[in-house]
């Protein structure tokens, strides 16, 4: 069994305690976004242990996309830092801070639907795999080779989730629970220092649940990243994370183990409201 000890960290944050003595690799200080008279986001802290697997959770419509938007440039925040292994990422866009070293997945699958397993995985691999613009237009110059060296790395990720033999099947004739792991493959193909999952068990069966919990230790473990997911079961959550922290209203609200978490008044107030408990059946 894993060792799912926390330890404090400076800033008030908590961290593995394998990962105490090693600068975090995502930190978020007072984070803060407004949309017109609106703040849907305000004052979040958040810091990632450079192995840790995190979890993000909170009723529906507390701000837990808009936090992940805000994490991958979709959105620039109004207020607050965003260090990214210690880089600030004010100002970089979607795609650099990509580079930098973050990858996601979303809440609605978005594949492309009528190409290739092997093509969606190598849409991932357009950061790593050079070629000059003559071979891009030509096809010459090492664009061969180039091509070749995708191939062999997109066809190692598939394997490693034993998807191989779906590397010509169009991703949008996949299952849903495959679709759903295909779209993990192609953000691990951009070689992330963190991957944040946004909802990855949403539409799975129990079995195919229990399976992605396997995989995600196995990212963390085999590509020696962070993981932060976003999740509604709780199960899962429970059962894969080190450290959670829990939004409601675009604030947080508790921050800790997955036991401290369990029994938080705070939370079990959001997710079942004030008068939950003395309600009659």
Known sequence: MADRTMVPFPSNAIVPRKDADKRPVLEAHHLGIDFGGLTAVEDFNLTIGRSEIAGLIGPNGAGKTTVFNLLTSVYQPTRGTILLDGYD???????????????????????????SVLDNVKVGLHNKIKTSFPASLTHFFGYSQAEKAADRKALELLDFF???DMRDMPAGALPYGDQRRLEIVRALAT???????????AGMNPSETARLMENIRRIRDEFDIAVLLIEHDMNLV?????????LNYGRVIAKGTPRQIKSNPKVIEAYLGKKAEGKNA
Do not use: H
């Not at 990422?89 to 190409?115: C, D, W, Y």
């Not at 070689?191 to 068990?201: V, Y």
């Not at 429970?238 to 829990?246: A, D, L, P, Q, R």
């Open 89 to 115: 990422t004010k100002g970089k866009n979607s795609f650099q801070v990509n580079k930098m070293g973050i990858a996601r997945t979303f809440q609605n699958i978005r594949l492309f639907a009528n190409m």
């Open 162 to 164: 034993s998807m191989a």
């Open 191 to 201: 070689q992330p220092k963190i991957l944040l999952l946004d909802e990855p068990a």
């Open 238 to 246: 429970m059962g894969i994370c080190e450290g959670i922290c829990v």
